[in-house]
């Protein structure tokens, strides 16, 4: 056992003291530019390049950001051919080039470039290429999240050395929930049973052995929920609005019938001469350039973007962008402003609104 001394529990509680001082500090230095440039280079001698990751110094915790390209006739899965790979983390694909499909868990899901792909956290899934030109795609999963937190399992076809439950039979492969989701004694639990009621279903509050129930029950709730959540966004059914941010389409969204808890996806949109609103929130973002140049300001910094850069947004930090160029500018935005909802941190300060 570590047996902490008397100096040791002090400096631990000035440690608490300090963090939010330091944190605006770790926020200020974090890299919030990614060069197009930079990545390409990387792309040509690696079929994957990770943009954003705290492993690379980002401050940002919750989500990483990459690319992969597979060439035409390479090898599509380096993760397999038949089964590929499941994990336990969020995962939202944009399609930049290509066109192919998905089999995630055993149904074929097709795309093509500017299509959305939400992944079901633990189902098995693929991805093949049958255009004849490179396929691009863009990733953005909660696995920096789910490691911190010591629940993340990537289990690959290619190593099931490393495989911690797929190993353990037929059922066991085909359960969205990591070991299986364990029936209570019973049996299922019926949300109708009458020895039990879901809790506050009558207005009451809740008994300690219903709420106790319900948390049994969550699991088998939870495969149900995983498998009836939405998983592909078809780039052209998009439906834009105008906000005080400008014209923006939720994707990969809860409110839509994703089954996501952490990640939330839009594509936002600004017209030629045109600026998005100004805003900060207590969440993390990422913005891809899919399309355009402009600048944007960063709390008192300007940075000047175009196609193919990646700009990260530090937590609470100001942004507001500007469209210098002759078309239309396209941003994919990736945040963890669900996860952060839960746990009641979310706050979206807006300032100057749009101009279009
Ligand atoms: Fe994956
Ligand atoms: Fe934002």
Known sequence: MVMARKED???????????????LERRRKSPVHV??????????????????????????????????????????????????????????????????????????????????????VFAWHRHRNESNEDLLYLAATTGPFSMATGIAIYEEEKYPEYWIFAQKGEEAMKTL????????????VDLDQSRWKPAGKDGSEPTSAEIYYEQLAFAQEEERRRRAGKVIVKGKELRFGSTPMGRVAYAVEPRLGYHVKLLSTLIAEIPPERRSGAHRHIYEETNYILAGEGYSIIEDQRYEWKKGDTLVIPVFAWHQHFNTGKETARFLVHTNRPGMASTGYVHTQQGEPADF
Request: with cysteine; proline share 5%.
């Open 35 to 120: 060069k197009a440039e930079e990545i390409a280079a990387q792309l040509k001698e690696h079929f994957h390049v990770y943009i954003v990751d705290p492993r690379l110094g980002f401050n940002q915790r919750s989500f990483r950001f990459w690319i992969n390209r597979r060439s035409v006739g390479e090898e599509m899965e380096y993760s397999g051919l038949k089964l590929g790979h499941r994990h336990t983390v969020e995962a939202v694909i944009y399609i930049l080039q290509g066109k192919g499909y998905s089999v995630i868990d055993g149904i074929k899901y097709p795309w093509e470039a500017g299509d959305m792909i939400c992944v079901p």
């Open 9 to 23: 529990h002090l400096r631990m509680r000035m440690e608490h003291i300090r963090f939010g001082k330091e944190e």
């Open 177 to 188: 929930i990591p070991g299986g989701a364990e029936l209570p004694p019973g049996g299922r």
